[in-house]
């Protein structure tokens, strides 16, 4: 973490990768409810210009894993100032660790070694002013997706990501093998900062 931290710091090359970002991906405006097909070629064609996407090995390595959220403001790789090929980033509604999400990454984790990963780094990304707080009003729905019961929702402190990035470390860090490092991170959609509240044991 201490590294990825480090590396979102003010040196040239970042800038440079910064300005090229924000050459392809332009602010998105509330009145922006259609993006044409054409418009996304364009955009693409602006992206393969810069060859960013050249010589990226597969699997990709299991060095950085990232879960986080669907939310469109959220997006972990421009938060986080990642790469493509840098880590692998899934995405749920809140950024939820849940069942289905530990399935996954089992199961993504076989295309590399043949069985899943047990070192590198899972960095869990929750955020102020999450959606998955309106779901409160749909319990069965809810329960649904976490895979328990609706009366054990309060347990999964959907109301409050900085308490719920630290329930659900809790469950990673119960689940995945010792050797995988695992931070709970809160992006704050206001200021655009990321606050590490559960950072990882070993650092």
Known sequence: MRELMERMGHSSTRAAMIYLRSDVRRRVCSEDVIISPGELVRRNAAFA??????G???????????????DSR?????????ELGE??????????????????WALLGRLGQ????????????????????RLTDYPEQL???????????????????????????????HTLPPSRLV?????????GLIEIVDPATQE
């Open 74 to 82: 959220v997006d972990p790789g421009d938060v986080l100032g990642l």
């Open 114 to 133: 043949g069985q899943p990963p047990r070192s590198g780094h899972l960095v869990i990304l929750h955020h102020t002013d999450c959606g998955i707080t």
């Open 87 to 104: 880590g692998v980033v899934m995405r749920n509604i809140g950024g939820r660790i849940t069942p289905a999400t530990l399935r996954s």
């Open 183 to 191: 931070s709970g991170l809160v992006y704050d959609v206001n200021t």
């Open 56 to 70: 990226l090995p597969f699997p990709t390595s299991d060095t950085l894993q990232v879960l986080g959220c669907v």
């Open 143 to 173: 329960a649904a997706f976490f895979e328990i019961p609706a009366g054990e929702l309060e347990s999964k402190a959907v109301a409050d990501p900085y308490a719920a990035v630290r329930v659900d470390t809790a469950i990673a860090r």
């Open 49 to 54: 210009a810069t060859g960013a996407f050249a």
